[in-house]
C-alpha cells in the first residue's frame, strides 16, 4: 500500500481535478488524503442557498467533507488560507489570502502532513495552476517546495491536455456545427499542449463517481452547471482522463499509473 496526498486550491477541485485518480488509488488499497489550501471563502452563492447565520466557508467545507467520502479519502486536512479569489480582484491581497502567503512557510505546513503520512505520491498543478487562478498558482509552488522539504518521491503536476480540448471542440463542431463547439473561453490559457504532459491516468471507470463528488459541492456546481448537464458521453471525454507532468518524465507521454512501481 502507498499513500497519496493530494493538494488543492478551494473545495470542489479535488473532485473536477483528481476526483478519478483518487477514487482508483482508494479502491486499489491505497491511502488517500486530501489536503485543501483554503475554505472557498469568495465563492459564489445564490440568494437563500445557505441557512440564516450560516457562511459560505462552513458550508462548503461540510461539501469537501462529503466529496471527499465519495473519493475514498481517509483524512481531509485545511492549511487554513483564505481564497485569493480570480487574478486582478482586491481579495488577492486581503489578509490571511494564499496568495499573500509565504510560500516557505506554507509549503512547511504541507510538508509536515507529507512527513507524517509519508506520502509517496503527491499531486498539486501545473506552474500556471490550469487556469491562472492565483491559489492555483500557490498550489504549484507550495507544493514543489513541500515535496522537496518532505523528500516526497513523487510529484505529479495535475493539468489540462489543450489539445484534447481542441479534438473535442473539432468533433462537436464536426457533429453538431461550429457554433455547438464554441464554448466562451481562451483554450490557449487552459493547462499545457500535450507535448508538456506525461502522464495520462484513464479514469472511466470512475467518471459516475467524479460526477457524484462534484454534485456534493452544490454551493458552486448547480443542477444548471455545464458539469451537471452535460450527457454522459461528453462527460466521460472531458473527465475520463485526468492528466499530469512529473518532472524527468518524458518525452511524451510515458505513464498511465500514478503508483506504477511502488
Known amino acids: 500500500m502507498a499513500t497519496l496526498v493530494s493538494f488543492h486550491a478551494h473545495p470542489d477541485d479535488e473532485s473536477i481535478a483528481c476526483g478519478g485518480v483518487m477514487r482508483k488509488a482508494s479502491d486499489e488499497g ?3 488524503v486530501l489536503v485543501v489550501a483554503t475554505r472557498g471563502e469568495v465563492g459564489e ?3 437563500g442557498f445557505l441557512a440564516e447565520g450560516e457562511q459560505l466557508w462552513e ?3 461540510v461539501e469537501t467533507e462529503s466529496a471527499a467520502a465519495i473519493l475514498g479519502a481517509h483524512r481531509v486536512e485545511f492549511l487554513g ?3 485569493s479569489g480570480m487574478m486582478g480582484t482586491p481579495t488577492n491581497d486581503a489578509p490571511g489570502s494564499f496568495w499573500t502567503a509565504e510560500v516557505e512557510d506554507a509549503a512547511e505546513k504541507l510538508a509536515a502532513i507529507l ?3 509519508r506520502a509517496d505520491v503527491l499531486t498539486c498543478y501545473d506552474d500556471n495552476g490550469q487556469y491562472g487562478h492565483p491559489d492555483h498558482i500557490m498550489v ?3 507544493g514543489m517546495r513541500a515535496a522537496e522539504l518532505a523528500g516526497t518521491p513523487r510529484v505529479y503536476q495535475s493539468t489540462v491536455n489543450r489539445d484534447h480540448i481542441r479534438r473535442g471542440m473539432a468533433e462537436l463542431a464536426a457533429a453538431e456545427g461550429e457554433a455547438a463547439a464554441s464554448p466562451d473561453i481562451d483554450v490557449d490559457s487552459f493547462g499545457k499542449p500535450e507535448s508538456e504532459i506525461t502522464a ?3 479514469v472511466t471507470k470512475y467518471v459516475d463517481v467524479k460526477r457524484a463528488a462534484m454534485r456534493a459541492h452544490a454551493s458552486q456546481i448547480s443542477e444548471q452547471s455545464f458539469f451537471l ?3 454522459d458521453e461528453s462527460f466521460r471525454s472531458a473527465f475520463g482522463i485526468e492528466w499530469f507532468i512529473r518532472a524527468g518524465q518524458g518525452p511524451g507521454i510515458t505513464e498511465t499509473d500514478l503508483f506504477a512501481g511502488l
Open 30 to 32: 491505497h491511502r488517500v
Open 45 to 47: 452563492v445564490e440568494d
Open 59 to 61: 458550508r462548503r467545507v
Open 81 to 83: 488560507y483564505v481564497d
Open 115 to 117: 512527513r507524517e503520512e
Open 140 to 142: 504549484h509552488r507550495v
Open 200 to 202: 495520462a491516468v484513464d
Open 229 to 231: 448537464t452535460m450527457d
